[in-house]
């Protein structure tokens, strides 16, 4: 059941049917404050493709209300904003945590603390051009941090959430540059 949470998460995110604007509910259905996420940066890639995204997050873990899930992307293209051009069909790049939603060092801590986190992001797999996008360069990005804590079923149409969507510079070893 977890699995399916995951991958309705992440196809909601990938394709864009969220609200592109930066939002958040006001109170979880548990109750709890609704959760927080920005960006601190920076954006890095490393040699061979991988990148990773640091940012700060507040979210709660409800026993009644048991369902977390972080979907942070970075896309890269001419035409990719924050506003109406976010979606991956506007990206010629496009890496996220798609690849190890909700594990290691892409898990939540919903404890009620303000956490810094770095996410490890790869080429994102559900994405139709996978396998054949150029890596991301250094440049700018639209970074992409969505945040779901609290729901009470797989669809997570319910809960506290939190979209955090900004142009940011990314930093590629060997300061790579062009698509």
Not at 15 to 24: K, M
Not at 136 to 153: E, M, R
Request: net charge negative.
């Amino acid at each position: 059941m977890k699995l399916r949470v995951l991958a309705v998460g992440a196809v909601m995110a990938a394709v864009g049917l969220v609200t592109v604007s930066p939002a958040s509910a006001d109170v979880t259905s548990g109750g709890n404050p609704a959760p927080t996420a920005s960006f601190v940066g920076p954006v890095v890639v490393a040699y061979g493709g991988g990148a990773a995204v640091t940012f700060t997050y507040t979210c709660y873990n409800d026993a009644d209300h048991p369902f977390n899930h972080l979907f942070v992307a970075v896309k890269q293209g001419p035409r990719v904003n924050t506003t109406d051009r976010s979606s991956s069909e506007f990206s010629r790049t496009f890496y996220s945590t798609n690849w190890s939603p909700d594990a290691g060092p892409n898990a939540l801590t919903c404890d009620g603390t303000t956490q810094t986190q770095t996410v490890l992001l790869q080429d994102d797999p559900f994405w139709a051009h996978s396998g054949s996008a150029p890596i991301l360069h250094s440049g700018p990005a639209l970074v992409q941090i969505c945040l779901f804590d609290n729901a009470t079923t797989p669809d997570i149409t319910d809960g506290g959430f939190v979209f955090d969507y900004t142009m940011q510079r990314v930093l590629a070893a060997g300061g790579r540059s062009g698509l």
